[in-house]
Structure formats: C-alpha cells, structure tokens
C-alpha cells in the first residue's frame, strides 16, 4: 500500500517527505483554508516535495466548470490530479476529463456503490472516508471491504485511497484490506513512528554501547 499525505502545510509535508516513504498527497479546501499565501504556488511546492500525485480539489457546481477549473489547474505542474465530488455532476465531469486523459479522485465516497459509480466514470482513484463513516458509527472496515472487492472482482482499474484517516489503526486496517494508498495526516505519520519498545530499545543499546567503550 502506498502512502500520501493528507494536508497542505508545507512544513509538515517537507518534514515526512525527507522520511523517504511518501508517494502522492491530497489536499482538499479545507486543509488549503489553513494555510496562508498563494494556493496555486501551495500546490506546486507540494508537487515538487512529494514528487508524485497530488489531489487539488475543483469548486464549480457543474460538470462544465468542473472540468474548465481542471484543465487550469493540471496547469500548475504534471503531478496534479483533480478531486471531483461525488455527485452526478462529479461523475459527468470525471468522465468528461477521463477522455482527456486528465486524471481525477472521486472524493467524499462512503459506498460501495458510490464507488462504483466512479468507476465506472473512470476515474483513477476513489476515497472513501473512514474517518467520517466511524464518527456516524458505520462500519468503515465493512465499507472498505467492499469496494476493495467489488475493484477486484470486476477488475477495475480505479486506485481505491483510504481517507479522513484518524488513528494508526485505520491505516493498518486499508493495508490489511488491500486498499492501494492510504491518505494520512502528518500527526498520525508521527504517530505511527513510534513505540514506546524502539525507544526503550534505543536507549538500552546506546548504554550497553557506551558502557563497552568505556570499559575497552
Ligand atoms: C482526503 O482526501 C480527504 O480530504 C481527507 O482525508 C478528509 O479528512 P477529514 O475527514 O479528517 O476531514
């Protein structure tokens, strides 16, 4: 499974990405409403970073304007791909700009027939939103069982991207399922880095170390 990052704070991506395990990252208005200066520069600094897929979410109600704030906005840099909601106007336009060959991620999915509805519009990539689905007390394991499955069996090729992740656990649970890319903030990265056994560990290979130096 591969792994993005789900923000748009520079420091944070700059941070991870010198970890060496980043693949892409999402953005949505959201995460860039956080953020101060210029977001079309945001965006190609993160392309940059990453060096991989990066999610730059479209804002028009229609499929027309959807697209015609794409086509600008894979004008920033070659790595962008284009989040359209998943509405019939979002499947219209993830259609529209497949034909292109411009690449989308069908966002806002909580459904395995939501996904499949992107799908079939060709998209490149779904995300389900774990995090969200949890918080109303559905089954996000079930949700992501499903559209891992209903891919394979009909052998689409769309990239299903674990989203709203939470806690470390949700993204071991995307891996386990056989979701292609979970999407994850920065706090959780850091999160999962950790264990309270590593450092143990560390701490007591450096003593024994210096103790045997000490010694010689
Ligand atoms: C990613 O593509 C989504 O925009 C993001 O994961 C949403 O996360 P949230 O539910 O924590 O806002």
Redesign the pocket.
């Known amino acids: 499974m591969e792994l993005y990052i789900?923000t748009a704070n520079i420091e944070d991506i700059r941070e991870i990405a010198h970890w060496g395990i980043l693949s892409g990252a999402?953005t949505?208005p959201?995460?860039l409403s956080r953020e101060s200066g210029d977001y079309d520069q945001i965006i190609c600094e993160i392309c940059d970073l990453v060096g991989g897929p990066v999610?730059a979410e479209v804002m028009s109600d229609d499929a027309e304007g959807m697209v015609e704030e794409a086509k600008r906005l894979v004008g920033l840099h070659e790595n962008v791909v284009i989040?359209v909601p998943m509405l019939p106007e979002g499947l219209r336009a993830a259609r529209e700009l497949s034909k292109l060959e411009i690449k989308t991620n069908v966002?806002l999915v909580f459904s395995a027939n939501q996904a499949l509805l992107a799908a079939r519009a060709g998209a490149t990539y779904v995300?389900p939103?774990v995090?969200?689905l949890d918080d109303i007390g559905h089954d996000s394991n079930a949700v992501l069982t499903e559209i891992v499955e209903v891919f394979s069996v009909n052998e689409f090729s769309t990239k299903v991207?674990a989203?709203?992740?939470?806690n470390p656990m949700h993204v071991t649970q995307a891996a386990l399922l056989g979701c292609d890319i979970a999407?994850i903030?920065p706090a959780i990265f850091r999160s999962m880095v950790k264990h309270p056994l590593t450092d143990k560990g560390i701490a007591s290979f450096k003593k024994d170390w210096e103790d045997a130096q000490s010694r010689a």
């Not at 989203?163 to 939470?166: C, E, F, L, P």
């Open positions: 789900d999402t949505n959201t995460l999610s989040k966002t995300s939103f995090g969200r991207i989203a709203s992740i939470r999407t903030p």
